[in-house]
């Protein structure tokens, strides 16, 4: 009998048994996913190549055969010594091309929310937002180039002065990949990484135009775009919001500080299309193509934050 209850006490206490039912924990096993939240900012540097939309406005011309100088009908109408001048006909503003191409540094700032995939934490897609600040684009003269005439003479012009800035934002998704192995990006190491997207970019271009050779106040086109009772148009200052699918790519590297923030140091570019310069009259009810900002490029460097949850 004694034996009998040795036997059950030791079985009872046998040190690799527990009480209780198996408890799983999700936490065991990390499969990398993860929330991702930035905040970016730098300077960026953008170049367009400008091209000239005015189409068929027509201005007449005096020439100085003597000398080669060249004024518009304008302009002649108010000269008291221009006797050796004599009229060489019409030409459209449209055949000239633009003085230069815009280029030029701002600023830029952005902010991102995305996530990382599960078992594949290399690659991440995140919704972002990004601001380019007011770009100026000031030339005197606006127009400069070789125009035909109907007399048949080729002419060279200066027309037009403009003082103008650039501005947009663009709404994307990109899709990165991170250069690293495993599950978990390592700490205190550079992690690099590149990225493409696509982008919705809203633009908007403010215009001031003046006419300082007078060639633009004596077409007709232009006279309902501004004030012209001193008989030299005084342009509206005039905005408009160009629309575009933009395209966007990056590379850089990230910097672990902590397992969740990291230090994000890269290089966008940013594609839009095109972005237009726009006159339009004192009620904004009509207006007219006066040059644009064809294949705008974007090119900033960002330093920011990236969090991961």
Known sequence: M???????VGTANAGWQYSGEYTYNPRAYDDGSRTTFSLRGGATFAWA??????????????ANYDTGEVISAAQYEDCTNCNDFVYVG??????????KDLSGY??????????????KPQWRVELGWDHFSKIDYNESPLFKGNMNLTSGETINVESGSAQSTVSSDIISVMAFYDFFEGFQKPLYKMIP???LGIGYADS???LNLADPWGDLSSAGDLTNFGDNSTGIIQFYQSKTNSVNVAGLASLGFSYGLKEYLFLDIGARLAYIPRVKYVLTNSTDTRNMDLFSAKDLFYTNINVGVRFEF
Not at 2 to 8: H, K, P, R, S, V
Not at 90 to 99: C, R
Not at 107 to 117: D, E, H, K, V
């Open 2 to 8: 004694f034996g009998l209850i040795a036997l059950n």
């Open 49 to 62: 190549k400008m091209q000239n939309d005015v189409g068929s406005v027509v201005s007449g011309y005096y």
């Open 204 to 206: 908007e271009t403010v």
């Open 106 to 119: 701002s600023f830029t700032a952005g902010a991102s929310i995305g996530f990382l995939f599960p078992d």
């Open 90 to 99: 019409t030409g459209e503003l449209g055949d000239v091309g633009l003085n």
């Open 193 to 195: 990484y590149v990225g």
